[in-house]
C-alpha cells in the first residue's frame, strides 16, 4: 500500500515537473514573441507616426492688465543717438505704447518700428510716448539706425530703442519665446499712472497695426475722461455708451 502510495506521488511529481517546463517554455516563446512584435511596434511608430509635439517655453511675466506694468533699468539709443538709461516709471503722467519686436538686421521688424518712428509725432500730439525693445545690445541697435533704410536699417529714430541683452525685461512682460532666446511681437499699452490697459502678443511672422494701436490709447484717454465705454471700431468723434442699463439704450437705438 504504502509502496503503491510512492509510485503515485512519483508519477504526480514528473507530471507537475512537466507542466512546469511547459510553461516556462511557452512563457519564454510568449515573451519573446511580444518583445519581437514590440520591438516592431516602436519600428513601425518612428518610421510612420508623426513625432510628438514640441513644447515651447514661453516667459509667464509678471505684466497683468490694471495693474502696475513691470518697471526696469536699461540702457536705450535715444532719437539723438545717444545711449540714455531708460526706466518705464520715467514717464509717469503720460500714456506709453511699449513694444517688443524680436531681432535688429531682421524683415518685419524695420517695418513696425519705423511705422511706429514716423507716427511718433501722431502719438505725442495725445500725450503719449512710444518706446521698442528687442533683446540685442545697444551697440547693436546704434549699428542697425546708422544702417539707410534701402539696405534694410531703421535710419534715423524719433523713438528710443531699449537694450534688453539679459532678457529680464522680456521676461517680465512674458514675451520672451525661451527655447529661441528672442521677444515675441508684444505690444503694451501703459496709461498715465502707469498701470497696463492692454496687451497684445503676435507671433514672429506678422507685423501690428499702428493705426490701431493709436485707436487703442484715443480710446483708453476718453474712457478715463468721460467715464463712458467705446464699442468695436470706435473712432474720435463716434458715438460711446453710457454704461447703465437705460442710458445704454440711447446709443443702441441709433445702431439698430
Known sequence: MLKMYRKRMERASQFIFYVQLSSCFLCTTMSGAYCTLTAYIIQFSSIYLPPPPVKLK????????????????????????????????????????????????????????????????????????????????????????NTPRKQGGLGPMKIPLVADTLRSISTDYGVLKE??????????????KGLLRQITINDLPVGRSIDETLRLVQ??????????????????????????????????????
Open 58 to 145: 514661453m516667459a509667464a511675466g509678471k505684466a497683468r492688465i490694471g495693474h502696475l506694468a513691470p518697471d526696469f533699468k536699461a540702457t536705450a539709443v535715444m532719437p539723438d543717438g545717444q545711449f540714455k538709461d531708460l526706466s518705464i516709471s520715467n514717464y509717469r503722467g503720460k500714456y506709453v505704447v511699449f513694444f517688443f519686436y524680436p531681432l535688429d538686421f531682421t524683415f518685419v521688424c524695420p517695418t513696425e518700428i519705423i511705422a511706429f518712428s514716423d507716427a511718433a509725432e501722431e502719438f505725442r500730439k495725445i500725450g503719449c510716448e512710444v518706446i521698442g525693445a528687442s533683446v540685442d545690445s545697444h551697440f547693436c541697435h546704434l549699428a542697425w539706425t
Open 179 to 192: 527655447d529661441e532666446g528672442i521677444a515675441y511681437r508684444g505690444l503694451f499699452i501703459i496709461d498715465a
Open 219 to 256: 480710446a483708453f484717454q476718453f474712457t478715463d475722461k468721460h467715464g463712458e465705454v467705446c464699442p468695436a471700431g470706435w473712432k474720435p468723434g463716434s458715438d460711446t455708451i453710457k454704461p447703465d442699463i437705460q442710458k445704454s439704450k440711447d446709443f443702441f437705438s441709433k445702431q439698430h
